[in-house]
């Protein structure tokens, strides 16, 4: 079955970037998406890329992926206070039905 | 953009009652609706797939009996927890796909639940 993996907890300063990894192992994933929650509340689509691109970039938000490492980013450029959340990646797969596996999260705080 | 709600936000229930969360999309139509699980500190787990019209397709180890879906039209799909017991305690989060819409699944702001 399908494994998506990340660190934890990433503390960084206001201003910063900040750069959250996620690890898959299934190598039949057709987009790959990340989610923001803030406590006590659902989840927030953020951006996703198709599984051929390698990198997609949304005004602060730069998404790099890496196929052959079944590796996943999402760097967030000039990070806030307002950026402070849970940060999860999510994969679909081919013959998946659209449905989305999750990552185990990752909790960004960000330091004044 | 896509809104999904659900309601209640928060229900408290006495043990042995059932309670039905309800997921809308509002300004679109939604052939599929997921429901989640997420525990405190935890990631989401999926429970069920429910697409409209039809029975619900449950994740293994996911009670169907005990988690009634369903998905009477593109705009709603209920959940319903039979029996609550205080284990069923959680953060019930739904998700919509749009009819026609692609790779995107929009989320409702989910519902805790706490059974005494």
């Known amino acids: 079955g399908e494994d998506v993996e990340q660190s934890l907890f990433l503390s960084v300063r206001e201003g910063d970037s900040s750069v959250i990894n996620c690890t898959y192992t299934?190598?039949?994933?057709?987009?790959l998406y990340w989610y923001k929650q803030e406590p006590g509340a659902g989840l927030q689509l953020l951006t996703y890329?198709?599984?051929?691109?390698d990198m997609k970039q949304d005004q602060r938000l730069t998404v790099l992926l890496n196929k052959k490492d079944k590796h996943l980013s999402l760097r967030i450029a000039d990070t806030q206070t307002g950026d402070s959340a849970i940060y999860f990646c999510?994969?679909?797969?081919?013959?998946?039905?659209?449905?989305?596996?999750f990552g185990t999260g990752t909790q960004l705080k960000v330091e004044l | 953009g896509a809104v999904v709600s659900q309601h209640p936000s928060r229900v408290i229930c006495k043990s042995g009652t059932s309670v039905k969360i309800e997921c809308r999309s509002l300004d679109f139509q939604a052939t599929t609706m997921f429901w989640y699980r997420q525990f405190p500190k935890q990631s989401l787990m999926l429970m069920a797939t429910?697409?409209?019209?039809?029975?619900?397709?449950?994740e293994q180890g996911v009670e169907k009996d005990k988690f009634l879906i369903n998905h009477a039209s593109l705009t709603l799909s209920t959940l319903t927890v039979t029996s609550a017991h205080p284990e069923d305690s959680s953060f019930y989060i739904c998700s919509a796909h749009a009819a026609g819409g692609g790779e995107t699944q929009y989320f409702g702001p989910g519902t805790r639940l706490l059974v005494l």
């Open positions: 299934d190598s039949s994933s057709t987009y």
């Open positions: 429910s697409n409209e019209g039809s029975k619900a397709t449950y």
């Open positions: 999510a994969e679909t797969i081919t013959g998946g039905g659209n449905k989305l596996t």
């Open positions: 890329i198709f599984s051929n691109m």
